[in-house]
């Protein structure tokens, strides 16, 4: 029984426990940012976290074995994650995409440093907690975020002065509330046209967006409608 105990208890058993688990609960993570196909998915996750708890155990293997502070590589580590996160942030537009992606990183890189560190409960309480919101979390905000972005370019065949004001009038009726509104450089030289950009803001309660273009798409001079 004693043997057995000293197994249990051994640096070399440990490492093997914390790595596996590490793995194991990084990757949880990542299979639920992979099943909505965000682009740091299982294997980033998991990747991350491995490398975070075998950080962590670097650390306290460097403090046994010369003495040092084993919190100094892990402070690198986290430091370092910000350009691993920064990679999956995207701007188009008005909108910032990754942003939940490289929180998530950041969420798998602190359980990986706290299963390398042995703080076992606090990991697992974290990986469910983090799953929870990153899984659950947009039922709320889809019940507390009323409002969207219209994205629309317009063909103006001429008159685009003229054009150009019943758009404005059209959106206003609609309370669209205009956040950008711009003559493309390029002309469509099939049809000679315009090009105009629109991004709007608006209630995706109160307002029926297929009806708003068509109604747009009726205007006089105007040739195409497309939603980006």
Known sequence: MEFVTNIFNSFEFQVIVKLILGFMLAGIIGLERSSWSKPAGFRT??????????????????????????????????????????????????????????AGLLSVTCIG?????????????????????????????????????????????????????KIEELLSKYEIDIKQMKKIDEIDSENDSTILKIIGQYNKKSLNKNQLIKNISLIENISEVIEE
């Not at 909108?95 to 939940?100: A, H, Q, S, Y």
């Not at 409960?121 to 919101?133: K, P, Q």
């Not at 979390?137 to 009323?146: E, G, Q, T, V």
């Open 45 to 102: 996750h998991a990747l991350v976290g491995i490398s975070a708890v075998l950080i962590m155990l670097c650390g306290e293997h460097m403090s046994h074995t010369y003495n040092i502070d084993p919190s100094r590589i892990p402070a690198q580590l986290l430091s370092g994650i910000g350009f691993i996160g920064a990679g999956t942030i995207l701007r188009d537009g008005f909108n910032v995409k990754g942003l939940t992606t490289a």
């Open 113 to 165: 440093l706290s299963i390398g560190a042995g703080f076992y409960l606090g990991g697992i309480i974290t990986t469910l907690i983090v799953y929870v919101i990153l899984s659950y979390s947009y039922k709320i905000s889809a019940k507390l975020d009323h409002f969207n972005l219209l994205d629309l370019q317009v063909s103006i065949s001429q008159n685009v002065d003229t054009t150009l004001t």
